[in-house]
């Protein structure tokens, strides 16, 4: 069952997001050669938490630390850690959760460490790109096939492999809610769209295969070939017209 909230509901969500934002804005200074995903994921814990409100992924299905922080290869799910430090050249994809007075805010943001490829460059680029090619078939009426296909049909000119394994989702009381939303699909299918559901929008795509696999921590998901993998993810709300994003400032 899709949730739909009231409007008190979504101010709530708002400033869950406007937090999880927050993350991102620090991490755009934060992310550069030399600091550790671990140093990354106290930053976002301590900007957290001093905005009362607490790291949703912590304690998640077990999850040990504050962020995600997936490194190249790794797709979803990477766990900081002190060892892992960012070199030149890498792509993290940094996905921060916030929760505040029992509502989250989701949002994933792929970063360069300092200077990276242009084959990098272009990943992270229709990666982000086919984020808002989904949002831009967000409205009350549409169906969510709309917003799956459009996402999947942006990336298949570049030959990108779009992870299935792992889909946005509904947001609200809980991190995760219905619906499941694929970043490929049919348009015309799927549930259609009302005022003030949340949604967690998030491509995953891989420079090469869409394959994957989990390592044996049970979390770090990397790409079976080895390849590069990018990751944006916003919430929002549906709207009448459009959407509103609230994992913002
Ligand atoms: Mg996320
Ligand atoms: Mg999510």
Redesign the pocket.
Known sequence: MIIIKSEREIALLKEAGRIVALCHEQMKKSVRPGISTLELSHICERIIRENNATPSFKGYGGFPEAICASVNEVVVHGIPSKKQILKEGDIVAL?IGACYKGYHG?S?WSYAVGSISHKDQLLMQVTHDALFAGLSKVREGAHLGDVSAAIGEYIKPYGFGIVEQFT??GVGHDL?EDPAIFNFGTPGTGPILKEGMVL?I?PMVNAGTKNVRILSDQWTTVTKDNSKSAHF?HTIVVRKDGYEILTTL
């Open positions: 996905d989701d994933a946005g989702h995760h967690a998030e993810e």
